[in-house]
């Protein structure tokens, strides 16, 4: 997290991590609160729109009743809700039309909003992009536009130069560790980006050589990451060439996909736990390293 970013939400001056999400995506937002806040987390991401078929769809109304139920252990806990995900752009989506999921993460306190582009007339992607930066403006939110091998923003270049033409001043690109390898993108380019373009990392790891096939690369991103140092990523590479400070996010599936319901209808269960604490580690000794190295 900047300097300027962490003295705004109290953090420490070390870098902030966040647990995304997908790492625990069978945990309901308010376990996945606990449990982040219990293995030390700095952050949480939410995921509140589906970015898969089958992630849980919330009404507009059932959402605000979630983030309200979620502010108390917020509380309670000290956690910050950093990115809420996930606005899917195509032809048909209508920005306004994600206006209560905005509403939504400033309700939260969040900083950011995710979108991704599944269309492949730039054009139409650059206006709603500049629309939905547009909408988030008055809430004080952030779009990142993911990038992905498998979308229809395939590399750092062109998700900063659809940026640069929406022109808006909240847009800025998330690099996840993940699609930054598969697309082939470089240190030079994100050291060439331009001041401001770049907002945060995600980060996992992985084998250097990536699965063949538009299908099999969306498997590999949503159930097969490593965590931090567990793969050949040059992550402390990646980390040097991001912005000063920025925080990063951890992204990686529970090592089974998924795990027994009766485990999450109670008190966070230990396998979500441990996992949870055994990403929080292997980030920290990457982030300490590197920060060593300053």
């Given amino acids: 997290m900047s300097q300027s970013v962490s003295s705004e939400v109290g953090m420490p001056a070390r870098r902030a991590l966040s647990l995304a999400h997908l790492s625990l995506i069978a945990c309901p937002p308010d376990q996945l609160v606990t449990i982040a806040a219990d293995a030390g987390f700095d952050l949480v991401d939410l995921r509140l729109s589906p970015a898969t078929p089958t992630d849980r769809v919330y009404g507009d109304d059932e959402r605000v009743q979630v983030c309200r139920a979620l502010l108390?252990?917020?509380?309670?806990?000290?956690?910050?809700?950093?990115?809420?995900?996930?606005?899917?752009?195509?032809?048909?989506?209508?920005?306004?039309?994600?206006?209560?999921?905005?509403?939504?993460?400033?309700?939260?306190?969040?900083?950011?909003?995710?979108?991704?582009?599944n269309c492949d007339n730039t054009g139409v992607c650059i206006s709603?992009?500049?629309?939905?930066?547009?909408?988030?403006v008055p809430f004080g939110?952030?779009?990142?536009?993911?990038?992905?091998?498998?979308?229809?923003?395939?590399?750092?270049?062109?998700?900063?130069?659809?940026?640069?033409?929406?022109?808006?001043?909240?847009?800025?690109?998330?690099?996840?560790?993940?699609?930054?390898?598969?697309?082939?993108?470089?240190?030079a380019d994100l050291r060439a980006a331009p001041a401001g373009s770049i907002g945060y990392a995600q980060l996992c790891d992985g084998p250097r050589q990536g699965p063949a096939g538009h299908e099999a690369l969306i498997t590999e991103a949503r159930t097969r990451r490593l965590p931090p140092g567990e793969?050949?990523?040059?992550?402390?590479?990646?980390?040097?060439?991001?912005?000063?400070?920025?925080?990063?996010?951890?992204?990686?599936?529970?090592?089974s996909g998924d795990f027994c319901e009766a485990e999450i209808a109670g008190p966070p269960g230990e396998e979500p736990l441990r996992h949870a604490r055994r990403l929080l580690a292997a980030a920290r000794r990457l982030t300490e390293r590197q920060e060593a190295a300053l």
């Fill in 72 to 117: 108390p252990l917020l509380r309670d806990t000290g956690l910050k809700v950093w990115d809420v995900e996930i606005i899917r752009i195509n032809e048909r989506m209508q920005p306004q039309a994600h206006l209560p999921l905005i509403e939504a993460a400033a309700l939260l306190g969040a900083r950011r909003i995710k979108a991704v582009c």
């Fill in 128 to 136: 709603k992009l500049s629309r939905l930066a547009e909408l988030a």
């Fill in 231 to 255: 793969g050949d990523f040059p992550l402390r590479a990646l980390l040097e060439a991001m912005p000063a400070g920025c925080p990063v996010s951890i992204e990686v599936p529970f090592p």
């Fill in 141 to 187: 939110l952030t779009v990142d536009l993911e990038y992905m091998a498998f979308s229809s923003v395939k590399s750092l270049r062109a998700a900063l130069a659809i940026i640069k033409t929406a022109g808006q001043p909240n847009l800025q690109v998330l690099v996840d560790a993940l699609h930054w390898m598969r697309a082939g993108d470089t240190v």
